[in-house]
């Protein structure tokens, strides 16, 4: 008998199609989520009979062949799309899909009039590093017109077809990474946050941490629910990768704490970077998840840093 996440994994596979005409890759989640997989990352697709809400956009190149798969789902307007981080895989997209979207303005007394553009949300770090001096050029039609501060908020049911909650990850992959939670379905989209096809990747001059990623980690576990023995339950759209559950997420934690755990005592012994890498703190996990240096050394430098 094979294990539960591993059936979700295996009926998932066997549930997904390829859009016409692009290489994205179209999984439904349940109920009404699906998940494209594009060349930057996975994007998130809530439909409902008013519009479509996005969790991410995918890379700027990909944006036509999102759109034409996000068309093969449904044909509502794009209304919202929530960026989970400023990463141009998850965010490159904002310009050509916000453009052709329009916004809920009226709501269930004035019907339903749309302004141009979707609106885009994202947690204000966000908002910081695309405006930011020196960085990369981003259209003001691409950066977020609402952002958050605090630690989480709630979207409407009326606007978003579901109960959304946004929650901030603070110091993770990045110092702006959000989890969106769709509680009706019970789907939780983590961004860069979890990853099943690579370690952890942290931007550490956008504010990332290893402490911060395993922090992440036990977030999205306090939101879920697991089935059985943590397999089922709760489904879970990575960054990158397949569909998952609390299991594959409690091994990613379980993962990212063993290896911070070695590479802190390395540096409590006195061991330089290069005495690290050539230690092979990883060196169980590499099979599965491909080269370790960029992780090591992130987390190397950022639990090097003095409080």
Do not use: W
């Amino acid at each position: 008998m094979k294990p539960l996440c591993a059936a979700i994994a295996v009926a998932c596979a066997a549930a997904s199609v390829v859009a016409q005409g692009t290489d994205i890759r179209i999984l439904k989640v349940r109920g009404n989520v699906s998940m494209l997989q594009t060349p930057g990352g996975n994007v998130t697709v809530l439909t409902f009979p008013e519009g479509i809400t996005l969790v991410d956009s995918g890379p700027a190149d990909a944006a036509d062949q999102v759109l034409a798969a996000i068309r093969s789902i449904g044909p509502q307007p794009i209304r919202y799309i929530i960026n989970t981080s400023v990463d141009p895989g998850h965010s490159g997209g904002n310009d050509k899909l916000g453009s052709l979207g329009a916004q809920i303005t009226g709501g269930n007394v004035a019907g339903q009039v749309g302004t141009d553009g979707a609106e885009i949300i994202a947690h204000e770090n966000v908002l910081d590093r695309m405006s930011a001096k020196g960085a990369r050029p981003v259209p003001a039609r691409a950066m977020p017109q609402t952002t958050y501060h605090i630690d989480s908020i709630k979207l409407s049911t009326l606007y978003h077809g579901d109960g959304i909650q946004v929650f901030h990850v603070p110091a993770a992959h990045t110092d702006g990474d959000s989890l969106v939670y769709f509680r009706h379905n019970d789907v939780i989209a983590t961004g860069d946050v979890f990853m099943t096809t690579t370690f952890p990747v942290i931007d550490l001059e956008r504010g990332g941490s290893v402490n911060g990623v395993i922090d992440g980690l036990n977030r999205i576990l306090d939101l879920a629910f697991p089935d059985f023995r943590l397999e089922g339950g709760t489904l879970i759209v990575p960054g990158h990768g397949r569909v998952s559950d609390s299991a594959d997420v409690a091994y990613y934690r379980d993962m990212v704490t063993i290896v911070r755990d070695r590479v802190q005592d390395m540096i409590k012994k006195g061991m330089t970077l290069d005495q690290v890498k050539a230690a092979r703190p990883t060196r169980d996990y590499d099979p599965r998840y491909g080269s370790p240096d960029a992780f090591v050394e992130a987390a190397f430098k950022s639990l090097s840093r003095k409080r």
